[in-house]
């Protein structure tokens, strides 16, 4: 089942999620590593892939933002560009919200079973 697009029905997780995606889109031009082939392609891509999927909004949303959140955390240092610090801290932090808010909603979700006790 599909949510819906508009902003008043949007929850605040997908919120967080299309502000860390296009966060990370975007930070090769604002912090000045676009020159970067490995950091720049990397953080075009998967902020795209991480805006693209929240403002989806399918059910499986959140498993793939939770795939995408610790590729985008790990990235630096499977790419190699750890020890380029503001790209590296874009990738880890972007990643790391994405990844733990995606965790949080796939615990919270509505398809889990009420307790009995």
């Known amino acids: 089942m599909l949510k819906s697009l508009s902003l008043d029905r949007r929850t605040a997780f997908d919120i ?15 912090l000045g590593f676009a020159a970067e082939t490995a950091a720049a392609g990397n953080a075009w891509i998967i902020g795209a892939a991480m805006t693209l999927i929240a ?6 949303e959140e498993w793939a933002n939770a795939a995408l959140g610790l590729w985008a955390a790990i990235a630096p240092w499977v790419l190699g560009f750890a020890t380029l610090a503001a790209a590296m801290w874009v990738h880890v932090i972007a990643g790391l919200i994405v990844a733990i808010l ?5 615990w919270s979700g509505d398809d889990r079973p009420y307790s009995t006790a």
Do not use: E, K, M
């Open 102 to 106: 995606a965790g949080f909603s796939l």
């Open 55 to 60: 403002l989806a909004a399918h059910r499986l």
């Open 16 to 30: 967080a999620n299309v502000v860390a995606g296009l966060g990370l889109l975007l930070s090769p031009w604002y």
